[in-house]
């Protein structure tokens, strides 16, 4: 059991510490995505507050280069780094029960389900690196780190997120 747990933890943790996390938090109710980090450049989108962005790479003093997800597509563009609130400045949600498929935060009236399955391979198309043809470095096209390229052991199957009587599925 404990193993379990450790595995659902790692899979959380290897995304982590690779990237920034933060939520869209902005005076206007919104931000503006610009396609250079630049505040003359072309406006690509705009994301309301309370949106989830991530960024891997070195950033600018005044701009962030952000990735996201809207309707189930994967987009980029810059943000003003002012405009985004870092997820570790919010209340973490402590761990209230776990198996080895699944665990449960809750605190107050939020509650977080994360449950996982076996990785089943024959639903992913697979990228290889050209010159180690036995490491992975894409998965449906999108990139992948977590195993050092080796094959996962197990999958996301669902994230249940719950404000109150609210209750929103993804995955």
Known sequence: MKIAVLLLLALFLTHFAFAQFFIVSDKDGYVNVRDSASGGSRIIDTLNNGH????????????????????????TGYVYHDRLKPITDYDSIPLLDHDKNSATCAHDSVKVIVTVQKFDKTRYRFTYDKDNKDQIVKINGKPYCGTDGELPKLEYRSIVIQLGSRRRRRL
């Open 52 to 75: 989830f962005i991530y960024f891997f790479e070195e950033q600018t003093d005044t701009w962030r280069k952000i990735e996201y997800t809207r309707k189930g597509r994967e987009y």
